[in-house]
């Protein structure tokens, strides 16, 4: 045996000799990470491997003989199989492969870890097929990682680094998202290869990981090819080196090309340690492109700061854009670009399909219109590719229906066209077939411009058809509105069952099924309904199917979860709860928190039956057992009593917990919060803590307070709201001294860098005050767009100082340096709306003084009046010159089409009711304005224009009309809401979830209600779930007859319409049940009409708490740390390199 190869034996023997050892927690890490690996491969529907296959790999008989142990293969093998169990089948059940028989079944014993055989097993397993590599591949992928990071690389050979690189690949891909454990050296080939792995899963990591690895790259490319550290002198590691000198240039080529999509997650500053010959010659190479196409995008202050140095490459603008085609992703950055030839424009084009920053699409119709004004319509089009959803209406209309079917086809089905788009295609591929029947072929050739068909063609399509082209069918469908869905819905049942088209259906069509024509199907098996998503409603419906069939299999209802009650839930059997409790943590993102609090109550009461204090004296193992999910929802009392000895393992849990299943006010957070503070200070002050002890906290992170910040040390406290900016949710109560504190640490804000406002602009923009008086500087603009999409709530204020920053004037840098001298928030109030700025801003139009908008010329309105029309919220200030626009630009009310009627969208307000009835309104048109924002007073005369137009009357509407009328149904009178017919009433108002009409017509659809599906007092969660708003049409009376289960399912928008007399009828029982979603939108009038014992049940349906509360939790596919293992292998490996020293 060669003597590195021996070493490297002997160092794998010891290496999982500790592991063997020190069960808690290596044994519980290795295992959860093989076990929720494992997972992964059962999802896919990966095949468990045969026992053929096992034993050959796991076979020990091809070492050298001194290696050899009668036990280790089958001890390794059984515990393979114990996980592979407990992944594939749950606990309680019958293994998918036997156990192979052992001694101590139930513990990790050295024999089993005699690991020696592990690169010659991972690669008789790299032979193996897909399917049964995966779970073999999961098992050995932790200690392959904790090898590779914790073992000097110097006592394996690259043939061995490498087989543990690729084994321990899906480890690294599931590491929890707060840090990584990387080796602490990797030289010469071994860091390439390393890094080229870390490319390999750049796509999964989070931005976090991302800077870590980027960190730990730039420590080990200083200290193998410079001899220095970047790292803080406190850092143990860099004792024998001297500190880098700022001035490195560190980012050679050699580099740049390790790093690879790394380089887009660098600092600006660390753009300047790249020498410019070199970062010359790795932009001309076209490397820079072909680097960075896995990137994702960069920060804008990145971005401008690469573009600004590879420009400093060339002589100039000219010869700068003849390089275009490598900018890459430099290309979202590129505003300023020169005139190009329709070469390089073609080029530039092909690099901007990911940019989305409002100036970049003013560029790209520039560049668009240099390439059709310079080569034949064919040639062009070819040349467009999914640029040609820039051109006009106009000008599609003048190509050829050939030419443009051939585009549609190339384009594929996800491309998006506007509504005037859509309209011009369909003309020209249908002719003025409005209300006619479409053939299947000519259905799937228009999938991406099905958004735009009539409701009325849709209810000819032959399901014969379609109905086998799932995909084409999926397609067509994803983008439709909830009439068009109906309409469609429609024509499928001329020629399908239910059953068939329940079986076949999927996405928005699926869900559009009323549960009438649900019931109709005759559903008698949970095969018929699993692997599908359907509303909330449907798996309501289903949900009681399934129980009365005795088929209720947790692991398998997936999307029908939504629709378990907790009576359902309390009904679990003790023996099958913790398997319940695991079933549903696979799939939790289906679980409301109402429905995840009734599950850990059910899991906590099932193990308080087990002993008394049950969290006062749990081990560590018990704890392991209940999933992080439904950990959340631990009493305060009990969270605070779990003994210090499980810190480690509530530590984990906590790391990876999504916080979104736990109410906003339920007290669980902040104790949660504290009794993670004090595991990671071990009892002691909170100013020991490190920032990467803070990195651990997951989500809990977002609910420290200032307070509980100020107590640690300055570094800690930077890092930590660095951190903090990423969270999507920030208790309310911590906003403001949050944001003081920021300013106490980081300085005005209007003295920030771009880069600092990318990194902390989220907490920053949690206030309005702060939002709006952020300073006009150059590049604001870029960084907000750049936020925009990362924030969980887009504020009016930020709306609004995104309209300023954009209409400001920035004619000259002279006058804008004066006006943020002047001011930080100036505006221009003469400035006229332009083309331009109209498309830039998009919805924010809406803040155009009606002064402003008055100012615009017709030929600016006919250009963008598509998008003003599909802005909300408009004053009756700028509604009224709107429609005078309108007038003005279409003229008078009669002669306007219905075409332009569609185009004016939302401006139709500013019409007097007298127009709203002459307006030639179509069904398709009413829905998509039904959004804009109307007052009740013009739901009559809109009706009135529609049923005129339509040729239309109350009796003859059916399910597809009352859904494209939407809002607009609040128009009938109490007469024709009688006359509506039933059944369609019955099929269609499950999509009528959202409608939300005056109180006396919602009464009245009550009525219709009632006449259709009985007495409330009988109504079952589906349906009450399916009338959406109308339930705030029950009187008093009604409303304290339903059923309390009923009431979490309630739509949440129907709250607040309930009259605050009805709501006080509402027992203590039904409010405590409410769920803390609809708790929130109670209303104060309602409050107020409550009584004492009301209002407290309706606090707790807000915090999600009980009276009394049972006990304990269970189940689950804990999540493990990588570092977790490493840690309990390293004190050994310190003790080994004293031992190879002597």
Request: charged share 20%; aromatic share 6%.
């Amino acid at each position: 045996m060669d003597p590195k190869g021996g070493t490297f034996f002997f160092l794998l023997i010891v290496a999982c000799g500790v592991l063997a050892m020190h069960p808690k927690p290596g044994e519980r890490d290795f295992k959860d990470m093989a076990k929720k690996l494992m997972m992964k491969c059962r999802n896919k529907g990966y095949q468990v491997p045969e026992q053929k296959l096992l034993t050959t790999v796991f076979n020990n008989s091809n070492l050298p003989i001194e290696d050899r142990n009668a036990d280790s293969s089958n001890n390794l093998l059984s515990t393979f199989l114990d996980v592979l169990n407990s992944a594939t089948v749950g606990p309680n059940k019958d293994p998918v492969i036997s156990r192979v028989p052992m001694d101590e079944s139930d513990k990790m014993t050295n024999k089993m870890w005699n690991c020696t055989y592990l690169t010659r097993m991972i690669r008789l397993m790299r032979n193996s097929s897909e399917s049964s590599a995966c779970y073999m591949r999961a098992f050995f992928a932790p200690v392959s990682w904790t090898t590779l990071t914790t073992q000097s690389e110097n006592n394996m050979d690259s043939d061995d680094y490498d087989t543990l690189l690729w084994a321990s690949k899906p480890a690294l891909q599931d590491i929890p998202s707060s840090r990584i454990n990387l080796p602490t050296n990797a030289k010469g080939q071994n860091m390439k290869n390393m890094m080229k792995m870390l490319q390999e899963v750049y796509d999964p990591m989070s931005k976090n990981q991302r800077t870590q690895v980027v960190q730990w790259a730039k420590d080990q490319i200083t200290q193998n090819y410079f001899n220095c550290t970047m790292m803080p002198p406190s850092d143990s590691r860099s004792r024998n080196l001297e500190r880098c000198k700022p001035s490195l240039k560190w980012m050679n080529l050699e580099a740049m090309t390790m790093m690879g999509p790394y380089l887009s997650d660098l600092a600006p500053q660390d753009v300047d340690s790249s020498p410019k010959e070199k970062l010359c010659e790795f932009f001309r190479s076209a490397l820079f492109r072909s680097t960075l196409s896995r990137a994702t995008r960069m920060n804008p202050s990145l971005g401008r700061k690469f573009l600004q140095r590879v420009q400093e490459c060339f002589s100039g603008q000219t010869e700068f854009a003849a390089h275009v085609d490598k900018l890459g992703t430099l290309a979202c950055y590129y505003y300023n670009t020169p005139d190009l030839t329709p070469d390089l424009s073609k080029k530039l084009l092909s690099q901007l399909d990911d940019c989305d920053e409002p100036r970049i699409k003013q560029l790209k119709k520039r560049l668009v219109q240099s390439l059709i004004s310079n080569s034949s319509s064919v040639q062009a089009l070819r040349e467009l590719g999914s640029s040609v959803t820039l051109l006009s209406p106009k000008q599609l209309s003048t190509l050829s229906g050939t030419d443009l079917k051939e585009v549609l086809k190339n384009l594929g089905p996800t491309v998006q066209w506007t509504q005037g788009q859509q309209r011009a295609l369909l003309k020209k591929q249908l002719g003025d077939k409005r209300c006619k029947e479409v053939s299947g072929e000519e259905l799937v050739a228009l999938q991406s411009v099905a958004e735009g068909l009539p409701s009325c063609m849709l209810k000819h399509v032959k399901a014969r058809v379609i109905l086998d082209n799932r995909e084409a069918l999926r397609n067509i469908s994803k983008r439709m509105r909830k009439g068009q869905l109906k309409a469609m819905l429609q024509g499928l049942r001329g020629d399908a069952d239910p059953l068939e088209l329940a079986q076949k259906l999927s996405g928005p069509l699926l869900r559009s099924i009323s549960l009438n024509n649900l019931k109709k199907a005759n559903i008698t098996s949970l095969d018929q309904v699993e692997n599908k998503t359907w509303s909330r409603p449907q798996a309501a419906y289903l949900a009681e199917k399934m129980e009365d069939l005795k088929q209720l299999q947790y692991r398998r209802l997936r999307s029908v979860l939504q629709g378990v009650t907790c009576k359902m839930i309390d009904k679990v059997a003790d023996s099958e709860t913790q398997d319940m409790a695991q079933a549903i943590t696979e799939t939790q993102q289906w679980l409301s928190k109402v429905q995840a609090g009734c599950a850990a109550r059910k899991l906590f009461a099932t193990l308080g039956k087990e002993k008394t204090d049950y969290f006062k004296t749990i081990t560590w193992e018990e704890l392991e057992k209940i999933p992080a999910f439904l950990l959340l929802h631990l009493p305060p009392a009990e969270v605070k009593d779990l003994p210090d000895s499980v810190c480690p393992v509530f530590l984990d849990k906590m790391e990876v917990a999504n916080l979104s299943s736990l109410p906003l006010r339920a007290p669980s957070r902040p104790a949660l919060t504290k009794k993670a503070l004090h595991c990671l200070a071990n009892g002691t002050d909170l100013s020991k803590l490190t920032s990467e002890n803070m990195s651990t906290l997951g989500q809990l992170l977002c609910e420290l307070s200032a307070s509980q910040l100020r107590l640690m040390a300055p570094d800690v406290i930077n890092s930590t709201l660095q951190s903090m900016a990423s969270c999507l949710h920030i208790p309310q109560g911590h906003r403001a001294d949050l944001i003081q504190l920021v300013n106490r640490t980081f300085g005005n804000p209007s003295d920030w860098s771009a880069e600092t406002m990318e990194t902390l602009g989220p907490l920053l923009l949690l206030d309005d005050n702060v939002t709006s008086a952020l300073p006009n500087k150059p590049w604001m603009r870029d960084v907000l767009y750049f936020l925009r999409p990362r924030l969980s709530h887009v504020s009016g204020a930020l709306r609004k100082k995104f309209f300023d920053l954009t209409t400001t004037t920035t004619t000259s840098n002279e006058g804008r340096r004066k006006r943020e001298a002047n001011s930080n928030t100036a505006t221009n109030s003469d400035q006229t709306p332009t083309v331009e700025m109209i498309e830039q801003l998009g919805m924010d139009n809406v803040y155009w003084s009606a002064a402003q908008l008055g100012k615009m010329s017709n030929e600016t309105f006919l250009a963008t009046v598509e998008i003003l029309g599909a802005t909300s919220g408009y004053s009756a200030d700028q509604l009224a010159v709107l429609s005078k626009k309108a007038t003005e630009a279409f003229g008078p009310v009669s002669q306007m089409t219905e075409s332009v009627v569609m185009q004016m969208g939302c401006i139709t307000q500013g019409f007097p009711d007298a127009d709203l009835e002459r307006l030639p309104f179509s069904l398709d048109t009413v829905e998509k304005i039904a959004h804009c924002g109307w007052n009740d007073s013009q739901m009559e005369p809109l009706w009135k224009g529609a049923a005129k137009y339509n040729n239309l009357t109350a009796q003859q509407l059916g399910a597809a009309e009352m859904v494209s009328l939407n809002r607009f149904i609040c128009g009938l009178n109490t007469g024709e809401i009688k006359q509506l017919n039933k059944e369609a009433f019955n099929d269609a108002v499950g999509s009528l979830d959202g409608v939300q009409c005056s109180l006396n017509v919602t009464r009245e659809l009550k009525n219709l209600a009632v006449s259709a599906f009985g007495d409330p007092s009988t109504w079952t969660v589906a349906q009450a779930s399916d009338l959406g708003n109308i339930i705030a049409g029950l009187d008093a009376t009604e409303l304290a007859s339903l059923d309390p289960s009923l009431f979490s399912f309630l739509s949440s928008t129907s709250i607040p319409f309930i009259p605050p007399g009805n709501f006080a009828a509402l027992s203590v029982a039904q409010l405590e049940v409410l769920g803390p979603d609809n708790a929130a939108m109670v209303t104060n009038a309602q409050r107020a009409a409550l009584s004492d014992e009301q209002r407290a049940a309706l606090e707790r349906a807000l915090t999600g708490s009980r009276e009394q509360t049972p006990k304990t939790d269970k189940s689950g596919a804990p999540s493990l740390s990588v570092e977790g293992i490493s840690a309990f292998v390293k004190p050994l490996l310190f003790l080994l390199m004293g031992f190879l020293l002597l």
